[in-house]
């Protein structure tokens, strides 16, 4: 049995404590390849399979926003050959595998910086087409981090606000922690309850740092190619087990999760 058939044991699971929102920082692609004696190319290839298998992971566990670092804005500085590859492969990607995604009921979105005009307008083009065709899909949204840096999503934020308040359309005593959620990119995304970021590096990169106010963290020594349903599952079992307190006291009866 391979390890993808072997059956998910939901059985460890707390059903009243799924984490509505998990974030997955995919580290560890190149070593992944690197300690194969094969080009960094290939951990991404590798990686493809681990990120999908997770996500049908994740519906399985009942996870409803799972969003995924595919590429970062300081990406940009890697290679010409490696960025050209992963603007490739993040489109090609969308083509192959958003036919599988929505017959599972899963709403692919993005978030990045769109506009950027070093991606590729058919990239952009598959990006759009892939969110409207799954745009009523509800068993999971999954989110591509993609051209993604979070000090930019805030910046860009308060510049939209602070245009609406030129403009007069919004007064700056209104400016609060519910008006910049919905100028993000995706107002309606929920904080992210956990982040994973596996190949053992304790970093957050630049992702979601506004919606991680309270997230939990998990580590997994596992490089990214290594992870599938199963060390997602792993992943939330021990979750499950910290005592999450958003900044209550320790003896509040009711204050967890
Ligand atoms: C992550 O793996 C791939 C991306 C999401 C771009 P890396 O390419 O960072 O792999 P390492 O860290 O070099 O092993
Ligand atoms: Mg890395």
Redesign the pocket.
Same mark, same amino acid.
Do not use: Y
């Given at each position: 049995m391979t390890p993808v058939d072997r059956p998910l044991d939901t059985g460890r699971l707390d059903l009243d404590l799924i984490p509505t929102h998990v974030g997955l920082?995919?580290? %560890?692609? %190149?070593?992944?390849?690197?300690a194969r004696g094969l080009p960094?190319t290939a =951990?991404?290839l590798a =990686?493809e399979e681990a990120l999908f298998d997770t996500v049908e992971g994740a519906v399985e566990i009942g996870i409803k926003w799972l969003t995924?670092?595919?590429?970062?804005t300081e990406?940009w500085s890697?290679s010409d050959d490696?960025v050209e590859f992963?603007m490739w492969f993040n489109e090609d990607l969308l083509l192959r595998r958003r036919d599988d995604l929505d017959a599972q009921g899963v709403r692919m979105r993005f978030a990045g910086y769109m506009e950027d005009p070093r991606i590729p307008d058919r990239n952009r083009e598959h990006m759009a087409d892939s969110e409207e065709r799954t745009k009523e899909n509800d068993v999971l949204n999954l989110v591509f981090a993609f051209n993604y840096g979070s000090r930019r999503e805030i910046v860009e934020g308060a510049r939209t606000l602070a245009s609406r308040a030129a403009s007069g359309d919004l007064r700056i005593d209104d400016i609060d922690e519910d008006a910049l959620q919905s100028a993000l990119y995706i107002p309606e995304m929920p904080d992210v309850d956990l982040i994973i970021r596996s190949?053992g590096?304790h970093r957050l990169s630049n992702f979601l740092l506004w919606q991680a106010a309270y997230a939990e963290f998990y580590f997994p020594g596992i490089?990214?190619p290594d992870f599938d349903r199963h060390a997602l599952l792993d992943a939330v079992v021990e979750y499950q087990s910290r005592d999450r307190r958003f900044g209550t006291a320790d003896d509040q009866p009711d204050s967890s999760p």
């Open positions: 920082i995919l580290d %560890g692609n %190149g070593r992944w390849a690197n960094r =951990g991404h =990686g995924a670092f595919t590429f970062s990406n890697r490696e992963l190949s590096e490089l990214w």
